[in-house]
């Protein structure tokens, strides 16, 4: 897979694997499975709250039911 950046980005790219002394690609990927990690549990949220079916608990029934 290639990838093209814009010259900022690349830039900043390069400093930050220079400072870390890791190479790019393990930066680009350790930054991805971040990003999609998070939007994975975003899309779950999404879905949940437009599920009419997913029952809302209050702060106080979370607090009641862990004790």
């Known amino acids: ?19 870390l002394d890791r ?8 930054a991805l499975d971040e990003y999609l990690e998070e939007y994975e549990d975003y ?3 999404v879905n949940r709250l437009n599920d009419k079916d997913d029952r809302v608990v209050s702060r106080r029934e979370l607090t009641d039911h862990l004790g």
């Open 43 to 45: 899309l779950i949220a």
């Open 23 to 30: 190479s790019k690609t393990y930066i680009i990927t350790r």
């Open 1 to 19: 897979m290639s990838v093209r950046l814009p010259e900022e980005l690349s830039k900043k790219l390069d400093r930050l694997a220079k400072s």
